[in-house]
């Protein structure tokens, strides 16, 4: 992670504040006083403020903008992985969770807190996800009624859970779900004869996508945010 950037998490402070105390030379790193903001620092690197040492405390709550082509994943052979976007230390500690594939845009939770990222994955909370969908065909008159009747997917032994599908217009909807199976979205709509052109996760559970977020910018969540997954 850049020493800023370190800087700035660790206490609070804008990007600019964090420049003006590493040029005043009250920033120590291994003992030796550091003024560029562009150096690196791992967790095994010593950050001194004063008589304070600096650290990274406390489990991490990250909402990434998924850009198309990224995966969720640690380690992958053909594709960026999402992980890549994020100028973090200790990065293998963080976890998904709730993955989307490598062409599905919006909102990714990332973590390194377990019982967290259980009660936002955990079939038995149905935590809702809300995702809006362009299809390659119009929208059929009675598609709101399956969705919330439940579908039947190939090789799956029950239906979809209940889901509301809005209508914005002939081929975009936006689609709310309660649980995660495999390319559930993509399967759904397979099974009325439809086709998933492009898709965009928006919402999970309170949690809403930051519309300031351009695609491969992320954030920490806010306590309000953390706080609403287990409400």
Request: hydrophobic share 35%.
């Amino acid at each position: 992670m850049r020493l800023d950037k370190f800087l700035c998490d660790v206490l609070g402070v804008t990007r600019k504040e964090a420049t003006m105390l590493l040029k005043s030379g009250e920033i120590e790193v291994d003992g030796a006083v550091l003024k560029k903001g562009a150096v690196h620092v791992t967790e095994d690197n010593t950050v001194v403020w004063g008589d304070r040492e600096l650290t990274l405390s406390g489990p991490r709550y990250i909402m990434l903008h998924k850009p198309q082509g990224v995966v969720c994943t640690h380690i992958d052979d053909y594709n960026d992985t999402a992980f890549v976007l994020l100028d973090e230390a200790n990065t293998k500690d963080l976890h998904f969770a709730g993955r989307l594939d490598a062409d599905t845009t919006g909102l990714v939770l990332i973590t390194d807190d377990g019982q967290w990222s259980h009660r936002v994955t955990s079939p038995k909370h149905k935590c809702e996800k809300t995702y809006r969908v362009w299809l390659a065909d119009p929208v059929q008159a009675d598609y709101v009624q399956q969705f919330a009747s439940g579908i039947e997917l190939r090789n799956e032994r029950d239906n979809t859970l209940p889901a509301k599908l809005d209508i914005i217009d002939d081929t975009e909807v936006l689609l709310t779900i309660h649980e995660g199976k495999y390319h559930q979205v993509k399967r759904m709509f397979a099974a009325l004869g439809n086709k998933v052109v492009r898709l965009h996760r928006e919402r999970v559970g309170k949690i809403v996508l930051d519309e300031d977020l351009e695609p491969g910018d992320y954030r920490f969540l806010t306590e309000e945010e953390v706080n609403s997954v287990w409400s």
